[in-house]
C-alpha cells in the first residue's frame, strides 16, 4: 500500500524556521519526483516545490529563496526546510507524488506561523 | 489575481450534468496537459484526470474532460450527492518555471 506521511509542523514565530519531513512507502521511491502543495484554511491549494528523481528543485515565487527541498532516497523521505516563516505561510502542507499526475497524498500537516 | 481562472461555485441537482472551467494563458493550459483533482471536506485532494482527459483507474466515467486553446473544462453527468466537493484544475506553467493552481470550485449537489 502507498503511503506519505507528512511529520514536522507546529506553531511558530515569525521569523523563525522548521522542517518538514515526508516518509514515504509501498513504491519504489528514487523513481518519483515528489511536491509540496499548501492550503491554508478556507482557501485553495498552492503548489510550493517539487524534486525530481535527480534532485532538480523548483519552487514557487512566493517561497524562493526561504525553502529548501531535498530528498533521501535512501531512507525514503523528503524533506522541506522552511526558514524566515511569515504568517502567509500558514496553511495544511501535504506531500504529494505521482506518475501521471498526483495521484498520492499524505494526510497533510499543520504549520502555523504566529507570534 | 490566480493564473488560472476557475467559478467559485457551481450548482446541479443529482443526475444533472454540470461543467467547470479553467481559463489559462499559452504558457500553461496552451502547451502542457491540464490535471484536475477533487477535494472533498476535510480530506486530501485526489486526482480525477490527468494528461488533459485521461481517467485514473477508480475514476467513474461520469466524469469527463476536455481541452481547447488556453481553455479546459471539467464535465460531470449523472450528477449525485457525493459529488460534493472543491473541483482544482493544475497545470505546469512554462513562464513560472512551476506548477499552477486553479482557484478552486465548489460544486453543490442541490
Known amino acids: 500500500e502507498v503511503q506519505l ?29 515528489f511536491h509540496w502543495v499548501r492550503q491554508p484554511r478556507g482557501k485553495g491549494l498552492e503548489w510550493v516545490s517539487g524534486i525530481s528523481t535527480v534532485g532538480d528543485t523548483y519552487y514557487s515565487a512566493s517561497v524562493k529563496g526561504r525553502f529548501t527541498l531535498s530528498r533521501e532516497n535512501a531512507k525514503n523521505s523528503l524533506y522541506l526546510q522552511m526558514n524566515n516563516l511569515r504568517a502567509g505561510d500558514t496553511a495544511v502542507y501535504y506531500c504529494t507524488t505521482g506518475l501521471a499526475g498526483w495521484d498520492n497524498w499524505g494526510q497533510g500537516i499543520q504549520v502555523t506561523v504566529s507570534s | ?49 490527468d494528461y488533459d482527459n485521461q481517467r485514473p483507474s477508480g475514476v467513474p466515467d461520469r466524469f469527463s474532460a476536455s481541452k481547447s486553446g488556453t481553455s479546459a473544462s471539467l464535465a460531470i453527468s449523472g ?14 506553467d512554462d513562464s513560472l518555471r512551476g506548477w499552477v493552481f486553479g482557484e478552486g470550485t465548489k460544486l453543490a449537489v442541490l
Open chain 1, 5 to 33: 506521511v507528512e511529520s514536522g509542523g507546529g506553531l511558530v514565530q515569525p521569523g523563525g524556521s522548521l522542517r518538514l519531513s515526508c516518509a514515504a512507502s509501498g513504491f519504489t521511491f528514487s523513481s518519483y519526483d
Open chain 2, 1 to 49: 489575481q490566480s493564473v488560472l481562472t476557475q467559478p467559485p461555485s457551481a450548482s446541479g441537482t443529482p443526475g444533472q450534468r454540470v461543467t467547470i472551467s479553467c481559463s489559462g494563458r499559452s504558457s500553461n493550459i496552451g502547451s502542457q496537459y491540464v490535471f484536475w483533482y477533487q477535494q472533498l471536506p476535510g480530506t486530501a485532494p485526489t486526482l480525477l484526470v
Open chain 2, 79 to 92: 450528477l449525485r450527492s457525493e459529488d460534493e466537493a472543491d473541483y482544482y484544475c493544475s497545470v505546469w
